[in-house]
């Protein structure tokens, strides 16, 4: 999917593509562009059978609510084993010797970094899944089937992704946690509340479009953001996303390459997204202004 995702950026920069006739692209092309596209920058002139593969866009809480879930558990396991000396289920620890390899007893990870990030990612997902629920205004939009499992998954394998970045094995006791902490988890814990704080205002701003000021929602339709960091980009939430993965880059003190692996593919996906977006709104509002970027202040 990556991949699918970094084809569609080559093939078509942002802000240049034209409304196209059904036909134009090639088969396979047409499917790999609406297995990528969800929301508004779906295509109309879709194949018919492509519909039966669509959910819709607000089951996006159940990406949220499985994270909320499935990372709590490994925070509480964390903890447990780190805490009370306790080990890791059987289970789980099959699934790590598989998943991490030879990685996981070669870590050079702080244990405090890897709590600390398991803490972020839980209560990044509790934040997301309390704005799904009762924060977002969704219409009809739809997800691709294959985009909804992958999303299901991506969180599962994320988890565990994290616990792979730290030998947990080698737990000494609460004392030494103390120690650990350095200008890494300051920085990194700074932006991660700030990109946070940046994502859920954005998400307010949106949501407002469809409410006023009531709350009570009074229409479906899309309409144009103003006001904070929209007047420098077309999709802050998106940028704020990305923030959030590097501030957990930075709590992980730069020491995780599968991290920094992770941060590129959320960079292809938000940056492919923000553009589809910026293409919507440029195509569908005449006076959008032209001066915004796409996704990165002053960059796309």
């Given at each position: 999917?990556?991949?699918?995702?970094?084809?569609?950026?080559?093939?078509?920069?942002?802000c240049?593509?034209?409304?196209?006739?059904?036909?134009?692209?090639?088969?396979?092309d047409?499917r790999?562009?609406?297995?990528?596209?969800?929301?508004?920058?779906?295509q109309?002139?879709?194949?018919y059978?492509?519909?039966?593969?669509?959910?819709p866009k607000?089951?996006?809480?159940?990406?949220y609510?499985?994270?909320?879930?499935?990372?709590g558990l490994?925070l509480?396991?964390s903890?447990?084993?780190?805490?009370?000396?306790?080990?890791?289920?059987?289970?789980?620890?099959?699934?790590?010797s598989?998943?991490?390899?030879m990685?996981?007893?070669?870590?050079?990870?702080?244990?405090?970094?890897?709590l600390l990030v398991?803490?972020?990612?839980w209560?990044?997902?509790?934040?997301?899944l309390?704005?799904?629920?009762?924060?977002?205004?969704?219409?009809?939009?739809?997800?691709h089937?294959a985009?909804?499992?992958?999303?299901?998954?991506?969180y599962?394998?994320?988890?565990?992704?994290?616990?792979c970045?730290?030998n947990?094995?080698?737990a000494?006791?609460?004392g030494?946690?103390?120690?650990?902490?350095?200008?890494?988890?300051l920085?990194g814990t700074?932006?991660?509340?700030?990109?946070?704080?940046?994502q859920?205002?954005?998400?307010?701003?949106l949501?407002?479009?469809?409410t006023?000021?009531?709350g009570?929602?009074?229409?479906f339709?899309?309409?144009?953001?103003?006001?904070?960091?929209?007047e420098?980009?077309?999709?802050?939430?998106?940028?704020?996303?990305?923030?959030?993965?590097?501030?957990?880059?930075?709590?992980?003190?730069?020491?995780s390459?599968?991290?920094?692996?992770?941060?590129s593919?959320?960079?292809?996906?938000?940056?492919?997204?923000?553009?589809?977006c910026?293409?919507?709104?440029?195509?569908?509002?005449?006076?959008?202004p032209?001066?915004?970027?796409?996704?990165?202040?002053?960059?796309?």
């Amino acid at each position: 999917m990556l991949t699918a995702y970094i084809r569609d950026i080559v093939r078509h920069p942002p802000c240049r593509r034209q409304k196209t006739p059904k036909g134009t692209f090639p088969v396979t092309d047409r499917r790999q562009r609406d297995l990528i596209r969800y929301g508004k920058t779906k295509q109309c002139n879709r194949d018919y059978w492509l519909h039966k593969l669509d959910v819709p866009k607000r089951w996006f809480w159940h990406f949220y609510a499985v994270s909320v879930v499935w990372n709590g558990l490994l925070l509480v396991l964390s903890l447990h084993l780190k805490l009370q000396n306790q080990s890791y289920p059987q289970w789980l620890t099959y699934f790590l010797s598989f998943l991490c390899g030879m990685q996981w007893n070669e870590s050079q990870v702080p244990q405090l970094s890897t709590l600390l990030v398991q803490l972020f990612l839980w209560s990044h997902s509790l934040r997301r899944l309390l704005e799904c629920l009762f924060v977002s205004v969704y219409s009809e939009g739809v997800i691709h089937m294959a985009q909804y499992m992958f999303g299901i998954g991506y969180y599962i394998i994320l988890g565990l992704t994290v616990i792979c970045s730290n030998n947990f094995l080698d737990a000494k006791g609460f004392g030494s946690l103390f120690h650990q902490l350095d200008l890494g988890h300051l920085s990194g814990t700074a932006l991660f509340i700030s990109a946070s704080l940046l994502q859920h205002s954005s998400l307010v701003t949106l949501a407002m479009l469809r409410t006023g000021n009531s709350g009570t929602v009074k229409t479906f339709v899309h309409g144009v953001p103003h006001g904070g960091w929209f007047e420098l980009v077309s999709c802050p939430h998106y940028f704020a996303e990305l923030l959030i993965y590097i501030s957990l880059g930075l709590v992980f003190g730069g020491l995780s390459l599968t991290w920094w692996t992770v941060v590129s593919y959320v960079l292809f996906n938000q940056a492919l997204a923000a553009q589809l977006c910026q293409e919507f709104y440029m195509t569908k509002f005449e006076g959008y202004p032209r001066h915004r970027y796409a996704f990165i202040p002053f960059v796309l």
